[in-house]
């Protein structure tokens, strides 16, 4: 059996596989976030390894196995931010995750001084530069907290710290080096874009970089005690949360397209090298074992059904199991809604992909008096699927299958919608805890049960359910794709007219 630790935002979750890569068990616990100034997100360092080490009792009373049949653990969590441990491995204040935006003023500035900034970034990195990377954190510790950074040996990320905390061993992985920002092409962190944000001198404080399929060590007598694992249990480097949804989906040849709708929306296609195109636009994810994943994200996912059920269905957001009927009062509507589109600009940053505008909002256009709930409902369903169609097109093209997971992938209504939309097909990979098993997957390579991710990817997946894209439909969304690009342009139009 092998383990996978998945470290999120707000949730911890743990999960077993046997070698064939099927789910045994999983135990998971939710986690909050300290009180902090808005903008800011911040956790206790200390009670992160406290509850992952309970999530983790927790899983093998639920397995009621042995820890000596655990033959390999792997780690993965949410990519960047900064956890700023000192010379003895303690946490010197509360880390800092990826969605924290304290550093918007300083980037600002840094932005005002070189207009191409970010654009610099991007050309060694391959990815747009957010607020919660590590190295513009680093530059707002250098400016407002400097006692903390003289404080500091070393810097790690979610993942990284969990798996100090099992081993004693200090290091980081190439795809935490490379959205840093540091270089997708090297796989490592880079000495420009330090420069760049004004904080060479800190290159000390960044961990050595590992690759996610070797050992990082194994488990400490501490740690046992700590998590009622075995003392000696090999534990693996591991990747971050994005690459290893990737492999645990079954995803690992060059030309995959894999789609997570989640809270967030993320849809990218696999290389074998380096992507930059589109310049300026999308991330590039590192996967491991020379893989690369251009991605584009609509910020908003599953998030725009929790609106709609609040705003719309309040009715059907009091009844028992809500995203059912939601999907059933959608499916009264015919392909198209009757002709009214919505938009899914449905964030605070507004949209991303395949355009950067942080003032977009969403909307619904082409609404007239005959329209009813179930047409803006359809609707809103339709909007993601074009969304996802759209980022898609900024790559390339999906070819012609899409791995599709999150929690969206549970509405066979929604993929069949995504595969008619797009005109690819959509498998649904069996199993739930696809974070998870990507890091049980660098285990298995990492103890020599498989000999490469490629390898292990190809023997553990299997579909629960495929979607073919009904010919039927294709002319209908069609045209509701060009209604859904006419209405945001609009959208964006007077945007710029009110800006103006």
């Avoid at 645990?248 to 993320?266: D, N, W």
Wanted: proline share 6%; glycine share 12%.
């Amino acid at each position: 059996m092998f383990l996978g630790i998945d470290i999120g935002t707000s949730v911890i979750k743990a999960a077993l596989f046997d070698r064939e890569g099927t789910e045994r068990a999983e135990a998971s616990e939710r986690m909050q976030l300290l009180a902090a100034p808005v903008g800011w997100s911040e956790l206790d360092g200390e009670r992160l390894w406290t509850v992952t080490a309970r999530v983790i009792r927790a899983l093998l009373a639920t397995a009621g196995i042995a820890p000596e049949r655990i033959a390999g653990i792997g780690v993965t969590g949410v990519m960047v931010g900064v956890f700023l441990l000192d010379r003895e491995g303690r946490p010197i204040r509360p880390p800092i995750l990826w969605n924290d935006a304290r550093a918007q003023n300083l980037v600002d500035r840094l932005e005002a001084g070189d207009p191409a900034l970010f654009s610099k970034v991007f050309a060694h990195s391959g990815s747009m530069m957010q607020l919660g990377c590590t190295l513009p954190v680093l530059a707002w510790l250098k400016e407002n907290e400097p006692e903390a950074l003289a404080r500091a040996a070393v810097t790690l990320t979610a993942k990284d710290f969990i798996r100090y905390r099992l081993t004693g061993a200090l290091a980081t992985e190439e795809s935490e080096a490379a959205m840093a920002p540091g270089s997708a092409r090297t796989r490592a962190f880079d000495a420009e874009p330090m420069a760049l944000l004004g904080i060479p001198e800190l290159a000390p404080l960044l961990a050595p970089v590992r690759r996610a399929e070797t050992l990082a060590g194994a488990v400490t007598e501490e740690a046992a005690r700590a998590t009622g694992l075995g003392a000696g249990t090999p534990v693996a480097i591991g990747t971050g949360d994005t690459g290893a949804c990737v492999l645990g989906a079954g995803c690992h040849e060059p030309g995959q397209a894999v789609s997570v709708l989640g809270t967030t929306c993320l849809n990218g296609v696999l290389f074998d090298h380096a992507v930059y195109a589109p310049p300026d636009l999308g991330l590039l994810f590192i996967v491991p074992e020379r893989r690369w994943m251009k991605t584009m994200v609509n910020v908003a996912g599953t998030t725009v059904l929790d609106w709609c059920l609040a705003a719309l269905c309040p009715d059907i957001a009091a009844a028992e199991a809500p995203y059912e009927a939601l999907g059933r009062l959608a499916g009264t509507s015919p392909a198209g809604a009757n002709g009214v589109v919505f938009v899914p600009y449905l964030s605070a940053s507004g949209v991303i992909a395949p355009r950067i505008e942080p003032r977009a909002r969403a909307g619904f256009h082409g609404l007239a008096p005959h329209h009813g709930r179930a047409d803006m409902v359809r609707a809103v369903y339709e909007g993601i699927a074009y969304a996802i169609h759209d980022c898609y097109g900024a790559i390339g093209g999906a070819g012609g299958t899409i791995r599709l997971s999150g929690g969206g992938a549970r509405s066979p209504f929604w993929s069949q919608m995504i595969a008619d939309v797009t005109g690819a097909a959509v498998e649904i990979p069996d199993g739930t805890q696809f974070g998870a098993k990507g890091a049980a997957l660098c285990a298995m390579v990492a103890t020599g049960a498989y000999s490469s991710l490629g390898e292990a990817c190809r023997a553990t997946f299997r579909a629960r359910r495929r979607h073919e894209p009904d010919v039927a439909t294709a002319e209908i969304y069609a045209a509701g794709h060009r209604r859904f690009r006419a209405g945001s342009a609009a959208a964006l139009g007077a945007l710029r007219a009110v800006a103006d």
